[in-house]
């Protein structure tokens, strides 16, 4: 059994034969009754939300604070390599998910923490950190970074030099 937790809530896990448990506050992810775990490969989390993915088929769940990412039907998780969440603290939050071989990603949450990435150009994408409020995406190979979410807490990097 594995173990998730966000800012507000718990999940046990096993990926053996897809059964968990949430607990802690309902509305941030301590509710997952009504949801299926078969298959699932990995969990993630933010402030107020989870995502369970199956990264074979690309189906994924989310589920908690519906601001902060807890809702994702309308989103392909297809040929998905990675996802990530904003670091868990009381504030919304925000996920990316991203195909490091095409360069595709998709964000969703809150869109002030980094849940809008439309203006983000992700191709060549080596590494993606966060922070509570924004996401860097980095290019290693070229020594190029991104950054996207809170400007005033990391989401603008415009002056710094990724290439040191």
């Not at 896990?13 to 509710?31: D, E, M």
Request: hydrophobic share 30%; charged share 15%.
């Amino acid at each position: 059994t594995d173990v998730y937790s966000n800012g507000y809530a718990f999940m046990a896990l096993n990926k053996n034969n897809g059964k968990a448990q949430c607990w802690g506050h309902s509305s941030y992810g301590g509710s997952c009754n009504d949801l299926d775990f078969a298959g699932v490969t990995d969990v993630y989390s933010n402030a107020r939300a989870f995502v369970a993915l199956n990264k074979n088929t690309g189906r994924a769940q989310c589920w908690g604070d519906s601001s902060s990412g807890g809702s994702c039907s309308d989103l392909d998780f297809a040929g998905i390599t990675d996802v990530y969440g904003t670091k868990p603290y009381w504030d919304p939050g925000a996920f990316i998910a991203l195909n490091k071989n095409t360069g595709k990603a998709q964000c969703w949450g809150s869109p002030r923490y980094g849940g809008a990435c439309s203006d983000v150009d992700f191709a060549g994408v080596t590494d993606v950190y966060s922070s509570t409020f924004a996401f860097v995406a980095l290019n290693r190979n070229t020594g190029t970074g991104q950054c996207w979410g809170d400007s005033g807490r990391g989401g603008d990097c415009s002056g710094v030099d990724f290439a040191l």
